[in-house]
């Protein structure tokens, strides 16, 4: 199992009155599956996403990946997690600015492994980058014309699919999506949705909070979010 959650729940406190943003949710996913979990706005979905994440920790329950229970890990290792086996895209802008586009699509293959002492790259590493699988996602995402932008030069919509690229750029395990589709039009939805049912028919786990209904025909499992509860729809 890659991912699995086992009766979690977190609690938040406002205006002095406890409430639970996630309510008792039990939930495994698999290799080969493309998730889909929508409701309306304040009903938890963020939150478990970045309970997913290892962002937040659970006021109770796990939240496992391959077994292992992420509040056990020190934040180092939740770091070298979320570096190496789980792909994010948040809603938040997170590129780098001084980056240009395929410098920050490229970004995560030139992180150092784990127990590497020097966080920059070996000559031998820089040559090897895998630019071409950054090209080709930049393609599939209609934006090749931006590889050398920056992304103050960019639209929303253009820096969404740039972050799109980048977390699909290590084909990690699991991949993380929150809102990825929200300012893209019809066509460039259908390629992003495209993208991640062939992750997901690749081996990895694909989680995606959505309001848009266009994901429902590319996904396998369907959820609904709802005051903090989660119902798998059938």
């Given at each position: 199992m890659l991912l699995e959650l086992c009766e979690v729940t977190k609690k938040f406190s406002r205006r002095g009155r406890e409430?639970?943003?996630?309510?008792?949710?039990?939930?495994e996913i698999d290799a080969n599956q493309f998730v889909v979990i929508s409701g309306k706005s304040g009903n938890g979905k963020t939150t478990l996403l970045n309970l997913m994440m290892g962002l937040l920790r659970p006021s109770s329950g796990t939240v496992r990946v391959s077994g292992e229970d992420l509040s056990g890990l020190s934040d180092r290792e939740l770091s070298q997690l979320r570096r190496f086996r789980l792909g994010m895209i948040t809603q938040q802008q997170t590129?780098?600015?001084?980056?240009?586009?395929?410098?920050?699509?490229?970004l995560p293959a030139t992180l150092p492994e784990q127990g590497r002492s020097s966080g920059q790259s070996s000559p031998a590493a820089v040559e090897s980058l895998p630019v071409n699988r950054a090209l080709d996602l930049l393609e599939k995402l209609d934006i090749t014309d931006l590889t050398h932008a920056w992304p103050a030069e960019l639209s929303g919509g253009e820096m969404r699919r740039v972050a799109i690229a980048r977390a699909l750029m290590t084909q990690p395990e699991i991949l993380l999506a929150d809102e990825p589709t929200g300012d893209l039009d019809d066509d460039c939805t259908a390629a992003v949705l495209g993208l991640f049912r062939e992750l997901a028919q690749g081996g990895s786990t694909v989680v995606m909070v959505t309001h848009d209904a266009a994901a429902y025909e590319y996904c396998n499992r369907r959820f609904d979010m709802l005051n903090g509860r989660l119902e798998e729809l059938q």
């Open positions: 409430f639970n943003a996630v309510d008792s949710v039990s939930l590129l780098v600015s001084s980056l240009n586009v395929l410098d920050n699509v490229v």
